[in-house]
DNA sequence: AAACTATAACGTAATATTGCAATATATAAA
DNA sequence: TTTATATATTGCAATATTACGTTATAGTTT
């Protein structure tokens, strides 16, 4: 145990799972927040904006980038990371879909 | 260590953390996609969708209970659950924002 | 080449999460 | 009051996450 089960539940589940998981973490949503502050790539500056020793933001980005929230390109020695629109598109559908479907709720 | 820092970052940052934290499992999403299904309110009809353990689904409830993603009213011996529309609409937004500000990020 | 910069990887301690069996609680029905 | 039904709590073992010091890697500059 301590691992999560996925084979009871579909592809999607899962996938939004995933998305959402490495999510939930402020420093990473920090991170995304900067992201979209400075409107376009970062290197290391995310270290001046965030109080976390180097090693543990390289950790969550690497998060971020597994579930293709970001994505980087080299750029000399440092490294320039940016949104991914397709996931972040795909979550915000997920979301907008359950807001439309939520409405004409009136039990509880 | 193990303990997520909240204080570097904004109230915004750790209520957005803390809502998708609380969907980073299938299992939730599974919850609240059964939810979004019967259109209502359901009591433990959800263990008949999800092949977990009852104490393990109840667990998932109160996750999301937590983080005001589920509100549920007793209703004899069960308890009604449904969504709660007021935290679905705020990380909509939160996702519907990102979405707008990333159309024009066109680096990496 | 040597020094510097930016980032990643490794190792580790503390804590959190997951999943479940067993048990408890609470209302309803008989 | 006994029995059944629905949900919650407790306790536990396995695993995951968080945070960071230290060390490695790789490109840049001097």
Redesign the interface.
Same mark, same amino acid.
């Given at each position: 145990m301590g691992t999560?089960?996925?084979d009871? %539940?579909?592809d999607e589940?899962?996938k939004?799972?995933?998305i959402?998981?490495? &999510?939930?973490?402020?420093?990473?949503?920090?991170i995304?927040?900067h992201l979209?502050k400075v409107?376009?790539?970062i290197g290391n500056d995310i270290l001046e904006e965030?109080? &976390?020793a180097q090693p543990t933001i390289s950790q969550h980005i690497k998060v971020l980038k597994n579930a293709d929230l970001i994505?980087?390109?080299v750029e000399g020695t440092a490294i320039?990371?940016?949104?991914n629109?397709a996931t %972040?598109?795909l979550?915000?559908n997920y %979301?907008?879909n359950?807001?439309i479907?939520?409405?004409?709720?009136d039990?509880?």
């Open positions: 999560t089960k996925t009871p %539940f579909t589940q899962n939004i799972a995933i959402t998981k490495a &999510l939930g973490h402020p420093a990473r949503i920090a995304i927040d979209l409107n376009a790539c965030i109080p &976390l994505k980087g390109t320039n990371y940016c949104i629109e %972040f598109e979550i915000s %979301f907008k359950i807001a479907n939520t409405i004409h709720q039990c509880c």
